[in-house]
């Protein structure tokens, strides 16, 4: 239990930081939160919807498939855009932290726990697991969505995936393995 406590709780934090550089520090992600001189015209105009997730154009839940065969062929080509609307801006930055690396410890957790099933456990073996995790989350999630809607910053998360995992496998690697007998270099 100690292994798992200790290494999530580094091991998280270790992928919190990761992502602390990428957004803040080098800011990877920039192409997908630009700024636009036309900000407040564009939230004046959405100021009239609901609170929710926009794709623009679209069509009606109510639309036939027919109805959608001909949007398709008249749009296609065409701008388009997806719009995530909030009617209020909050910040909370220390909350937004604690959560994000509340969840980084238990998912380092998970792939502890994981980990020390395997036989014999090595530093090889935990690189080449968190590597495999950090590929598995980015192509799971970013690169499935990217499939469909063409994310500005793909590129930017297989870094922060690949990285993130990487860095903290080198932390797992040494870590977990110790005073282990049947672990092997």
Not at 6 to 17: A, H, K, M, N, W
Request: include cysteine; charge should be positive.
């Amino acid at each position: 239990m100690k292994k798992i406590l200790i290494g999530s709780l580094v091991g998280g934090l270790i992928i919190f930081i990761w992502q602390f550089i990428s957004n803040a520090a080098i800011d990877f992600h920039y192409k997908a939160h630009q700024y636009t001189e036309q900000q407040d015209a564009i939230l004046n105009s959405l100021s009239q919807l609901p609170e929710g997730g926009y794709i623009m154009p679209s069509l009606p839940k109510t639309a036939t498939q027919q109805e959608w065969e001909q949007y398709m062929k008249e749009k296609e080509g065409k701008p388009w855009a997806m719009v995530q609307y909030h009617n209020s801006m909050q910040y909370n930055m220390g909350m937004n932290m604690a959560r994000g690396y509340i969840v980084n410890v238990l998912t380092v957790a998970l792939f502890c726990w994981m980990l020390l099933r395997m036989r014999p456990l090595s530093f090889g073996r935990v690189m080449t697991a968190s590597l495999f995790i950090g590929l598995i989350v980015f192509m799971n999630g970013i690169y499935t969505g990217h499939i469909w809607y063409q994310f500005f910053d793909t590129s930017a998360h297989l870094s922060d995936a690949v990285a993130s995992w990487v860095l903290a496998g080198l932390w797992l690697g040494w870590w977990l393995p110790r005073g282990n007998k049947e672990a092997r270099g």
